[in-house]
């Protein structure tokens, strides 16, 4: 695993991020047969409908449309694997909560993913997705819950931040941190595809969970509060 490693000023703690080589699509799986079996590390992205999930893989590995982003919600049926370098996948979810997806659709996926994330070995990091925008949905609540009730290695991740004006990030942040109940010691990173603002953080999070073992403890980086390198108007609706 090729990493570039920098030390962090502010802090002097080291911070490691995947030097991105090679980024390709792999497979659309449906069930675990389909799934790589090479043993590498894997990454899963979960999120409502629209989040921001694909133009977050993107950014993350400087590709434009590797992941492809749709203005149909709910499109992605399926665990789409993209493989990166020779060293993780990145394994997107279907996006829950799309109220057009029909219940017996909806309990498809959920069985599907309830079973990847309790039996997949190679899985050893989630990406829980939230709209900085808006409180988290029920939705949200209860996978952020799910998945703490299972111990799986978790961090949130609150997308769209160039969408909140700087002044009113620290609101944004604090409405979901109490909504789903994180700790000073929960992972969570503000993040901004349009900008880039929290990759290098993200990268950093998802290297160290890469090279340990599924549910073994990891040294956790304290969360920081919103990029202050650029500022944007947006979307202030709750």
């Known amino acids: 695993m090729e990493m570039l490693c920098l030390q962090d000023r502010s802090s002097r703690e080291e911070r ?66 993209y493989k990166i370098n020779q060293d993780l996948y990145f394994v997107d979810f279907p996006g829950y909560g799309y ?8 309990f498809a996926w959920g069985k599907m993913m309830e079973k990847y994330l309790l039996q997949r070995d190679e899985l050893k990091l989630v ?10 949905s029920k939705d949200d609540k209860m996978m952020n819950e799910w998945l703490r009730h299972h111990g799986l290695p978790l961090v949130v991740v609150a997308t769209k931040m160039d969408k909140i004006p700087k ?19 929960d992972l969570f990173v503000p993040f901004s595809s349009e900008e880039g603002l929290g990759k290098e953080e993200l990268w950093d999070i998802i290297t160290r969970h890469a090279r340990v073992d599924k549910y073994a403890p990891v040294e956790e980086e304290a969360d920081h509060e919103a990029g202050e390198t650029v500022q944007t108007a947006g979307d202030d609706n709750y």
């Open 16 to 81: 490691c991020n995947l030097k991105v080589n090679q980024s390709e699509f792999i497979i659309s799986a449906v069930r675990p047969e389909q799934y790589p079996d090479d043993g590498l590390p894997e990454i899963a992205l979960a999120g409502r409908s629209n989040v921001g999930k694909s133009s977050l893989i993107n950014r993350l590995i400087n590709r434009k449309n590797l992941a492809r982003t749709s203005s149909t919600p709910g499109k992605t049926q399926q665990l789409n694997y």
């Open 99 to 106: 109220a057009k997806v029909s219940k017996e659709q909806r």
């Open 127 to 136: 990406m829980q997705m939230v709209d900085m925008r808006h409180e988290p």
């Open 167 to 185: 002044t009113r990030r620290a609101k944004h942040i604090k409405v979901i941190k109490e909504a789903l109940g994180l700790r000073s010691g």
